[in-house]
């Protein structure tokens, strides 16, 4: 199926040379898109919203597909959902949750993040007797739940729909990914905060946030203020890069700030030209480097996402990058 926009655009197109008392109900039919022939069958991956024509979404992979019977006779082979001894578990999507079961299963394999969560106090699963099923509330009985199962459970997957939608995500509709991970960690660093146990408090910053500065130096007098600040991720632009470490190095680069970006200066009291760059004072245990991929694209007017291939090293040197204060470990796997 054409890409959404040039849909759109071939929906109006007509607006340009009919008047409105010549509007007839053809002009309708395109504008609305009746005649657009339906979406070949496994073309596309979820629901086009520039037609309405197309299936994707309501099942038509089951009532349409061919059946195939093995899959049948083997539902009732527990076998098949038996998880092999040393592999782990892993998680259903519900339509565009990937996202969040990425995510879900990065913070899971932190083992500190993991013993954490088991910390936090739950009263409601201590008191719970095993006549009824244990059914977790807040978000953080269900992370708590969730990374359990991941850790015991006996199938090869699990849903994770009872976190998802206690969390009000729209398993449909694919959120941005750095959006989700920045929410969800500041929720948990906020439950956390509130734990009885002082040794929860501070594990999301301990894990997951490092220390920057971005300094900007007067070309004029030379002065450089600094504005230390905090991260969690760093983003990285990807147009025009093809490795990671070109990426951080692109990242770090010094900007020149002249013309209508002149920065004022403090000690000339007055707008003068200036560099500004962003300095690394301290990592994380856990680096987060977040891939660009969405860019806004001028032409369309929409956001478009880059498939430009960026390889990354097995082992990530940050130590070049880090400055002013000793960091221990700058050795990313
Ligand atoms: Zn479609
Ligand atoms: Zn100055």
Same mark, same amino acid.
């Given at each position: ?40 069958? /496994? ?6 919203? !520039? ?5 994707? /979404?309501? $099942?038509?992979?089951?009532?349409? &597909? ?23 578990? $892993?998680?259903?999507?519900? =339509? ?9 299963? %990065? ?53 994770? #729909? !009872?976190?998802?939608?206690?969390? &009000?995500?729209?398993? !449909? ?19 956390? #905060? ?15 946030? &490092? ?19 905090? *991260? ?7 147009? =025009? ?6 990426? %951080? ?9 002249? !013309?209508?970006?002149?920065? *004022? ?35 369309? $007017? ?6 430009? *291939?960026?390889?990354?090293?097995? +082992? ?6 880090? +400055? ?7 050795? *990313?796997?």
């Amino acid at each position: 199926m054409a890409p959404r926009v040039q849909l759109e655009k071939a929906a109006w197109r007509w607006v340009e040379s009919v008047r409105p008392e010549d509007i007839q109900r053809e002009h309708i039919e395109i504008a609305y898109r009746i005649c657009v022939p339906a979406c070949k069958r /496994g073309a596309c991956r979820r629901n086009c919203k !520039g037609n309405p024509n197309c299936l994707v /979404g309501i $099942g038509e992979h089951a009532w349409l &597909g061919e059946i195939d019977e093995n899959t049948f006779h083997n539902i009732d082979d527990p076998n098949s959902e038996r998880r092999d001894k040393n592999t782990f578990v $892993g998680l259903t999507n519900l =339509g565009a949750t990937c996202y969040v079961n990425t995510f879900l299963q %990065v913070w899971f394999h932190n083992l500190e993040l993991r013993r954490t969560l088991y910390l936090c106090q739950n009263t409601r699963a201590e008191e719970h007797d095993m006549d009824s099923d244990y059914e977790p509330r807040s978000i953080c009985e269900h992370l708590q739940y969730l990374f359990a199962l991941l850790q015991n459970s006996n199938r090869r997957y699990i849903d994770p #729909s !009872g976190l998802v939608k206690a969390l &009000g995500l729209d398993t !449909g509709q694919q959120q941005d990914a750095q959006e989700f991970s920045k929410l969800f960690l500041s929720l948990l660093e906020d439950t956390l #905060s509130k734990q009885k146990n002082p040794n929860l408090h501070n594990v999301i910053q301990q894990q997951f946030c &490092g220390q920057m500065s971005y300094v900007t130096v007067c070309n004029q007098c030379g002065r450089a203020s600094p504005l230390p600040s905090r *991260f969690y991720e760093l983003e990285l632009n990807i147009q =025009g890069h093809k490795n990671l470490t070109e990426c %951080v190095t692109e990242f770090l680069k010094e900007e020149k700030l002249d !013309g209508d970006n002149r920065y *004022f200066c403090e000690s000339c009291q007055s707008k003068q030209n200036a560099a500004r760059r962003i300095k690394l004072h301290s990592l994380p245990r856990v680096l987060n480097l977040q891939l660009m991929r969405f860019v806004f694209d001028r032409q369309t $007017g929409h956001k478009k996402k880059l498939n430009t *291939f960026i390889s990354f090293p097995e +082992q990530l040197d940050m130590g070049p990058s880090v +400055q002013f204060t000793i960091v221990t470990r700058n050795m *990313f796997h």
